[in-house]
């Protein structure tokens, strides 16, 4: 080591020593996000959070007691229409947002923009939306949905590097929010739908040359094995719509995988369809197949594993992996994904067996799920599970031979009535539950007349933050499921919510808007609103 560079660690460890005596840095929750940077639970660093994805929030300035009295003192407006999924990424006091387009940094107080970089897509895919950054070393990194990556100076907006990552051609394009760590990017793109077949991967994040790539559909001989072989059967699938767990210290990726297809038949893709609806572990250095557990084998539903696992050790101290899907169950496993503690219903469960027909076969949960873009949540205070989720049934109405025309990104799902006929709004539901981490015993459930599909956020201040699509704002005591404040902001809301502390005050920021016609909400341009508490508010 050069005295030149031993000096700058010396003053890195002096500078952190004296921030955690003054209680700026909580030593027992930093989060390293790569090579040498130190982000602290005042920050929100990347999608759900940290690399457990558990979204635990060691804040305590917003609490029981004064939720209630949270104001919104600034509001981020959007010149875009869409189907806003975003999570936020707090990194200093800017926070990062991407929709389908464009990529915007802005003020963390107050709103203001700082820069905004417009994406110009080639052939893009189908997906309409972008879910989030990753962040290292002064860049944020993210997908596109006409397959590249991109990384972009986090003070500027100004591209650094650009590759192609991804066929869009071939059905396959992003919107997930990639895992940055020890100078790798982790991404996977979607396509399960229109012909793509997944694949997981990383890159270099100082060049974006790739280092690794695993397939999610027949990419070992044990999963070729569960997939036909005949002439003219594609196999599609396996493709990923957020992001991944990690744990830093085994160096495993923990990665959902979506739906196998064609989506609803299942007679055309005889067996297990490896390693669709499951989760997979991977080595991060290498990308081998290290574990996986299927959750639904021929999945003919639609029934993805869309939302990223999380990873904790529970009061009792197991190791464990939470996972819910778009089937309507809550998993508590351990962390090989071996052994299942308990399965948890957090919806209806309907008809799931009955085969599809071209009359229609009506099945709960539905093809929106179950759980979705946002899965559980842990707060080790409570030693509580969170899950949001969406309890209505879909009617699908099998297709012919025409209705499998591979043809790639045109959809490649067999069904005459695309992803199905909802239910009538007045037999939608969603939920949130709570559930105990060791015994999967439900604690609490909140049940209402709207799509749950935001993520549900705990603090140490004993609170969990949520909102609904009909546009409500929502936070509750997460011991016992009471209602600390429901405020209506507007817009159907199906981001992620985030907090994060600024200059001593604790912020909350809540992306709405929410045009989505298979979920059946209408809105207008997106926005993000921030919240603060009356006596921290600044003018």
């Known amino acids: 080591m050069s005295k030149r560079h031993a000096s700058a660690v010396a003053f890195v460890v002096l500078v952190t020593i004296l921030l955690s005596a003054c209680g700026v840095i909580d030593k027992s929750s930093a989060r390293t996000q790569s090579s040498a940077a130190v982000l602290t639970e005042a920050q929100w660093p990347q999608f759900n959070g940290g690399y457990d994805a558990t979204r635990y929030s060691s804040l305590t300035q917003v609490d029981t007691k004064n939720a209630a009295t949270l104001q919104e003192v600034a509001r981020f407006r959007l010149p875009e229409t869409m189907s806003f999924q975003c999570d936020p990424v707090v990194i200093g006091d800017t926070m990062y947002l991407t929709t389908l387009k464009t990529t915007y940094a802005i003020d963390a107080r107050t709103g203001q923009q700082r820069w905004v970089r417009l994406h110009d897509l080639v052939n893009p895919g189908p997906g309409r939306l972008g879910r989030g950054v990753g962040y290292a070393d002064g860049r944020v990194f993210r997908g596109l949905a006409d397959g590249h990556l991109v990384a972009l100076d986090a003070k500027t907006g100004a591209v650094v590097w650009d590759v192609v990552a991804a066929d869009s051609k071939a059905g396959e394009f992003y919107t997930a929010a990639p895992v940055v760590w020890n100078g790798r990017l ?23 040359r790739r280092l690794w790539s695993f397939d999610t559909v027949a990419s070992t001989p044990e999963a070729a094995r569960t997939w036909p072989t005949e002439p003219g059967k594609f196999k599609a699938g396996g493709g990923m719509y957020s992001s991944f767990a990690l744990d830093p210290n085994a160096r495993l990726l923990y990665v959902p995988v979506g739906n196998p297809g064609p989506d609803f038949v299942r007679d055309y893709r005889h067996g297990d369809n490896l390693f669709t ?27 993805d594993m869309a939302a990223s696992p999380i990873l904790f050790t529970s009061r009792a101290g197991r190791r464990m992996v939470a996972a819910a899907g778009k089937n309507g169950y809550l998993y508590g496993l351990n962390r ?28 709960l949960p539905g093809t929106q799920g179950g759980t979705n873009w946002y899965g559980p949540t842990y707060s080790p205070a409570l030693n509580l ?20 025309q591979y043809d790639p990104p045109k959809p490649f799902i067999g069904s005459t009535n695309g992803f199905g006929e909802q239910d009538p709004p007045d037999q939608r539901f969603g ?6 981490a060791d015994t999967g015993k439900i604690i609490w459930k909140y049940d209402t007349d709207t799509s749950m599909v935001a ?35 507007g817009d159907p809301i199906g981001g992620g919510i985030v907090t994060y502390m600024l200059d001593g005050t604790q912020y909350v920021a809540v992306p709405g808007g929410m045009k989505n016609p298979i979920i059946q909400t209408d809105s207008g341009p997106a926005w993000v609103a921030i919240f603060a508490l009356p006596d921290h508010a600044k003018p």
Not at 346 to 359: K, S
Not at 385 to 404: C, H, M, N, Q, R
């Open 455 to 489: 993520s549900v956020t705990p603090t140490a201040g004993g609170l969990l933050l949520t909102a609904d699509t009909k546009g409500h704002f929502l936070i509750f005591d997460a011991a016992n499921g009471r209602v600390a404040l429901r405020k209506d902001l």
């Open 385 to 404: 599970l969170f899950v949001p989720s969406i309890d209505w049934a879909t009617t699908i109405k099998l297709g012919g031979p025409e209705s499998l």
């Open 186 to 208: 982790f991404i996977g793109n979607a396509g399960s739908d229109y012909g793509g077949i997944g694949h997981v991967r990383a890159f270099d994040i100082r060049d974006g």
């Open 431 to 436: 939920h949130v539950t709570a559930v105990d």
């Open 336 to 363: 090989d994904l071996k052994e299942v503690f308990f399965q948890v219903a957090v919806t209806r469960i309907e008809n799931v067996d009955a085969p599809l027909t071209p009359e229609g076969t009506r099945f």
């Open 277 to 303: 609806s499951s989760v997979v572990i991977l080595d991060a250095d290498t990308g081998e197949l290290k574990g996986y557990r299927q959750f639904v084998k021929n999945d003919f539903h639609d029934w």
